[in-house]
């Protein structure tokens, strides 16, 4: 398993960033029977998205021979910011 899908494995496991998560797409692990969901903040979501796309920019680099049957976490992250980006604007206004 390549870094990428570790990482976004890890915290769709133990750290999902909204209680529906994992239903985006089935390659998208559950998160563990004790963990509770909660939204993760607009700031969170933007540090893992960076985080995400240094390590897939790397590995792409690198030429990594990635599972080609992986969600696209950073997809996933980036409609999540954009939603919380309105939600914070509709509240500002």
């Given at each position: ?26 390659l998208?692990p559950?998160?563990m ?8 903040p ?6 893992y ?24 976490y ?20």
């Amino acid at each position: 398993m390549c870094t990428y899908c570790y990482c976004g494995d890890q915290f769709s496991k133990w750290d999902p960033p909204y209680p529906e998560w994992h239903k985006q797409s089935p390659l998208i692990p559950a998160p563990m029977p004790q963990v509770v969901p909660n939204i993760w903040p607009l700031d969170k979501a933007k540090e893992y998205l960076e985080i995400l796309k240094q390590i897939k920019s790397l590995e792409d680099q690198l030429t990594c021979a990635c599972e080609p049957n992986k969600a696209d976490y950073i997809a996933l992250l980036g409609q999540l910011v954009k939603k919380l980006e309105a939600q914070n604007a509709g509240k500002q206004a």
